[in-house]
């Protein structure tokens, strides 16, 4: 299983952007975001699960994650970025328990990690 994430750039503050993040079968019961910026640790942005949403305290409000189960997509839409966004992001898919869905721990699989820079 492999996932392929796409849709990053460079943006000015307030813009938007779409993260996709295509897998090539669809094995985990999760499935989320993640971001690490330079010289910090990953950090959790959002996860979509059994119907369930959840995101970090930083997006939430600007941020929707979405998952297309027939096209085995995950989405990230990103809205009034602001310039601490700025940083690589990841899509992660797994089975995480309740206490690890938001921990990088959780996740088993990871895609290539696309960067999100945020002017202002």
């Known amino acids: 299983v492999q996932l392929q994430a796409s849709g990053g750039g460079l943006v000015q503050a307030g813009g938007s952007l779409r993260l996709t993040c295509v897998a090539s079968?669809?094995?985990?019961?999760?499935y989320g975001w993640f971001r690490q910026a330079p010289g910090k640790e990953r950090e959790f942005v959002a996860a979509?699960?059994?119907?369930?949403?959840i995101y970090s305290q930083s997006v939430k409000g600007r941020f929707t994650i979405s998952r297309d189960n027939a096209r085995n997509t995950l989405y990230l839409e990103m809205n009034t970025l602001k310039p601490g966004d700025t940083a690589v992001y990841f899509c992660?898919?797994?089975?995480?328990?309740?206490?690890?869905?938001?921990?990088?721990?959780?996740?088993?699989?990871w895609g290539q990690g696309t960067q999100v820079t945020v002017s202002s």
């Open positions: 979509v699960f059994s119907g369930n949403r």
């Open positions: 992660a898919a797994g089975n995480p328990i309740l206490t690890t869905r938001d921990t990088p721990g959780g996740y088993r699989l």
């Open positions: 079968e669809r094995t985990y019961r999760s």
